[in-house]
């Protein structure tokens, strides 16, 4: 059995609004809402726990804690309220609205049937990336082998815990969970997913997640 932890304790400066990112509406209802009942509707995850902004009660059917001043420690605040019942921890970012019941299973499935420490979600990348220096090209990589990696991740427990017992500096320059465990040593397992699982940063992206929801 899972233990999810959700990050939604980030300001969201980028989106330009008032109240924090996972809190505001989308589609009629506040955007962390719309990942919590795609992790509801997976039976292998038992519990929820949420990192929430300060003075931000916890959604019903989730235990909430207070997020920290870095995402990666919101992660880890998250885990530590979470207890030591389930060997599998799903990460996941609340601005993510878009995930699926079906791409949460899909992750856990990964882990659960291959020899590994972590499986992620991630959408191949369909445009050429290059690599400058300032505004000089150095190198295009070869695409075939490219990830946009999103959330949800999910972890062997001890790897995740391992992975996050680091200084808060080398935590905060992560950019997701499972490099920490890649520079442990550990194996991390890419699951295929649709780019719709889009992270909402800027006023486009909302807009774009409202028309993808309506849609479906
Ligand atoms: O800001 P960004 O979009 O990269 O944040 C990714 C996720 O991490 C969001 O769901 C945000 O709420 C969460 N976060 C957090 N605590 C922070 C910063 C971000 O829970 N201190």
Do not use: Y
């Not at 726990?49 to 235990?63: K, Y």
């Not at 990460?91 to 990964?110: E, G, K, N, S």
């Amino acid at each position: 059995m899972a233990v999810a932890l959700v990050v939604a304790a980030g300001r969201g400066e980028r989106l330009g609004t008032e109240r924090p990112k996972a809190f505001v509406m989308l589609g009629g209802r506040p955007m962390l809402q719309w990942s919590l009942d795609a992790l509801h509707a997976v039976d292998a995850v038992r519990r929820i726990v949420v990192a929430l902004p300060p003075g931000v009660h916890a959604p019903a059917g989730t235990l909430g804690v207070p997020g920290g001043a870095e995402r990666s420690q919101s992660v880890r605040a998250a885990l530590r309220a979470a207890g030591d019942d389930d060997d599998v921890v799903l990460v996941h970012d609340a601005a993510r609205p878009l995930v699926t019941a079906q791409l949460v299973q899909d992750c856990l499935h990964a882990l659960a049937t291959h020899d590994c420490d972590a499986a992620i979600a991630a959408a191949r990348v369909t445009d050429t990336i290059k690599e400058s220096d300032g505004d000089e090209v150095v190198r295009t990589l070869d695409r075939a082998n490219l990830w946009a990696v999103q959330t949800p991740q999910v972890f062997d427990r001890a790897a995740l815990e391992r992975a996050l017992s680091r200084d808060d500096a080398e935590l905060a320059a992560a950019t997701d969970d499972a490099s920490l465990v890649e520079r442990d040593g550990g194996t991390v397992r890419v699951v295929s997913a649709p780019r719709e699982n889009l992270k909402v940063t800027t006023p486009f992206d909302l807009r774009l997640a409202e028309l993808l929801l309506a849609a479906r």
